[in-house]
């Protein structure tokens, strides 16, 4: 008799507690999921009588920031009335809002407007029916086109690491990679895939890895690809070509320089032979004249004539 008592009391408070758990002043749906560029609605409803100093409040928190720094969106209180930066993006879906139905609709949503949106009802005159309610806006975007990457060298025998990565996409996109068609697979131990960062590691790389790569980024929106061209690069041959340039680059300093060697020594030869011949001609041009087939005779002048004689100012001789 006992236990049935127990039981039966025990039923009793687990219908009473259901009824108050199921019983809400302010009833929203937690979680909406809208593509970006489509409507969402935000649904929120009351069940107390509007009545006077009866008021309906709208705000939104970013993702990250707490539900009490959340900033008003909309206000009414017998007109509504919208913060500026919303106004013509949203519309409360019964205008005004007194029919137990408080919903708002976002127009053409867009990544900036997920985040945390808080409902709040306020009877005065039914405290009892004043409540808020909180609803999580997840705005889902297809891949954007990824960007495809190589880390390393393609030298053969080397390991290099393909990257692709999609700057914009929610879901978190899956990332795969796919050879060209027509080539054949790659041993499976030949390279590493990781579909969540997107990365490719290639191990010991030879002219069977030569292909086209292709990375696709998917999620339950859509996808987007991007390629990469693989080409070997052997070691030894870029060693030997870089020597040859080298050695190219030095010949053609030495033949340069050694015609500019030449060049300045016959220059200097022949300022030289010149000046020579110059000098040669003023000697010749400084010595006495003589006549063709003549003789230069001495003059003899007598003694006693000499001190007689003078020597005038329109003489040669001056």
């Known amino acids: 008799m006992a236990f049935g008592r127990t039981v039966l009391t025990t039923w009793i408070l687990f219908q009473y507690f259901d009824v108050v758990r199921s019983w809400q002043a302010v009833v929203v749906k937690p ?79 867009q990544t900036s407007d997920a985040g945390l949106y808080i409902c709040e009802v306020t009877n005065p005159n039914d405290w009892s029916g004043s409540g808020q309610g909180l609803i999580n806006l997840t705005v889902l975007v297809p891949p954007s086109v990824p960007v495809c990457q190589l880390q390393g060298n393609t030298y053969v025998g080397n390991d290099i690491t393909l990257i692709c990565q999609s700057s914009q996409g929610l879901p978190t996109p899956i990332y795969s990679w796919h050879r060209e068609q027509n080539v054949a697979a790659l041993p499976a131990d030949s390279f590493i895939e990781d579909q969540h960062t997107g990365s490719l590691i290639l191990r010991n790389l030879s002219e069977a890895f030569a292909s086209t790569y292709t990375c696709k980024a998917s999620n339950e929106l859509g996808q987007a690809v991007c390629s990469i061209t693989l080409r070997m690069t052997y070691e030894g041959r870029s060693a030997t070509v870089i020597g040859g340039v080298l050695m190219g680059v030095f010949f053609v300093l030495l033949l340069t320089g050694v015609t500019v060697s030449y060049v300045t020594w016959n220059t200097k030869k022949h300022i030289q032979k010149m000046y020579a011949n110059e000098l040669s001609q003023v000697n010749n041009n400084s010595a006495p004249h003589q006549q063709s087939g003549g003789k230069v005779l001495p ?16 003489s040669p001789l001056v």
């Open 299 to 314: 003059i003899q002048l007598d003694t006693e004539d000499q001190s007689d004689l003078k020597v005038s100012h329109f």
């Open 31 to 109: 979680s909406v999921f809208v593509r970006s560029g489509s409507s969402a609605e935000l649904t929120c409803t009351y069940n107390t009588h509007v009545s006077e100093g009866f008021t309906l409040e709208w705000r939104y928190a970013s993702p990250g920031t707490p539900a009490v720094q959340a900033k008003r969106l909309l206000y009414y209180n017998g007109r509504v009335f919208w913060v500026n930066s919303w106004d013509g993006r949203m519309a409360l879906v019964q205008n005004p809002p007194v029919s137990g139905v408080a919903s708002i609709r976002i127009v053409s949503a």
